[in-house]
């Protein structure tokens, strides 16, 4: 980051993390340029569409900085490539995770693109992860805060991409990332992180859903086949969820196999050729476990597929690396976890580790028991 010194255009959001990342490469003599992307047009008026307030807090981080600032509207190409892929997802029953698609096809892509054609050298982000060249191979790494490290979501990055990518707070904790915010006096400093999916915002998902797919309710079935209730459609649940099942005051004794009476219920399975949703009691249900799993449209980091054998892997965002075998598979990957994983869902992203190193990954296809 230090040297040489480059022209980086810096992607502003208007959160802390972005704003210190500017603020450091600023500091060390790079020609910083901030660009705020917009990636959702529809409900600008909407309480819960943000991206209005979010442009006048990056343009504020630029003055004080002393930094430019552009806004670009990349609405377009998010609609095209990340949200008509999240919603055949959801309609075909799975369950997509449309962060990482829109890492690798608008923030680093699209935006990337952007930069270059202003003359960027390199582009910078807030994500907590770190980018190591060795022998000649850039390598995505896990961010030092281990609360905060945000690879599992650049997964799907390529040689390309890395090679011209920095991650100035990736060396940072959070804890230090906010110091520095409020000792230069940013106006963003002790701002909200931002949760949850950036065209839904904090609306209800359920309600968000509802304007674009088209649903049918069905039964909700325990699984012996007992009716417990009624879903509203497949694609408002997913695998492990707990809440907002309808059925939490059904307590039936003699659940089989690891449910008690007055065990909670989890969605275990969505069968699509009969409409319905199978829910199991208690968090450990055998349901609910699978040793394995099969992951398609695969990416991997160095351009290859790493060789089979030992590694980590996480099949959902902050989970600690699990152990597994890597196998090979026709245009697939087979993880063989030591220890059985729960809830492992089709739609979201399995990423493999060695060690700090992240190297890839794919979507989960099927979970095998």
């Not at 377009?76 to 995770?97: C, H, I, M, S, W």
């Not at 609306?203 to 304007?211: A, D, K, S």
């Not at 030591?338 to 060690?355: K, M, N, R």
Request: aromatic share 8%; charged share 25%; proline share 5%.
């Amino acid at each position: 980051m230090n040297s040489p010194k480059q022209r980086i255009v810096v992607g502003l959001s208007g959160g802390v993390d972005s704003a210190v990342s500017a603020y450091l490469l600023k500091k060390a003599g790079h020609e910083v340029v901030g660009i705020f992307m917009k990636n959702w047009e529809d409900d600008d008026d909407s309480e819960y569409c943000s991206s209005n307030v979010d442009f006048v807090d990056a343009a504020a981080v630029a003055d004080v900085i002393g930094i430019e600032i552009e806004h670009v509207n990349f609405a377009a190409d998010y609609k095209d490539r990340v949200f008509a892929a999240f919603l055949r997802e959801y309609q075909a029953g799975r369950t997509p995770n449309p962060d990482v698609l829109c890492n690798a096809e608008i923030k680093f892509k699209a935006f990337l693109d952007h930069a270059i054609r202003l003359g960027a050298e390199k582009i910078a982000t807030g994500h907590y992860a770190r980018v190591r060249e060795l022998g000649g191979e850039f390598q995505l790494l896990k961010g030092l805060d281990p609360l905060k490290d945000q690879s599992y979501f650049l997964h799907r990055l390529n040689q390309p991409q890395l090679a011209k990518t920095l991650f100035p707070v990736g060396e940072l904790a959070k804890t230090e990332v906010r110091r520095i915010a409020e000792e230069i006096g940013l106006p963003n400093a002790k701002k909200k992180d931002s949760t949850g999916i950036c065209f839904i915002g904090e609306r209800p998902f359920r309600e968000f859903l509802n304007r674009y797919l088209s649903h049918q309710p069905g039964p909700i079935k325990d699984e012996r086949g007992r009716k417990l209730g009624e879903h509203l459609g497949l694609s408002f649940y997913t695998l492990g969820q707990r809440q907002g099942l309808g059925i939490g005051g059904i307590k039936e004794k003699g659940a089989p196999r690891g449910g008690g009476e007055h065990e909670p219920w989890f969605v275990a399975r969505k069968d699509l050729d009969s409409n319905t949703l199978v829910v199991v009691q208690g968090h450990e249900h055998p349901l609910l476990q699978s040793r394995s799993l099969i992951a398609d449209d695969l990416s991997w980091c160095s351009g290859a597929t790493p060789a089979f054998g030992g590694y980590g892997a996480k099949t959902r965002y902050r989970q600690a690396d699990a152990a597994c075998a890597l196998l090979p598979g026709e245009g697939t990957i087979r993880l063989d976890f030591v220890q059985p994983q729960w809830a492992v869902t089709p739609g979201q992203s399995a990423v493999l580790y060695d060690g700090e190193v992240c190297l890839g990954g794919g979507v989960i296809a099927e979970a095998i028991a």
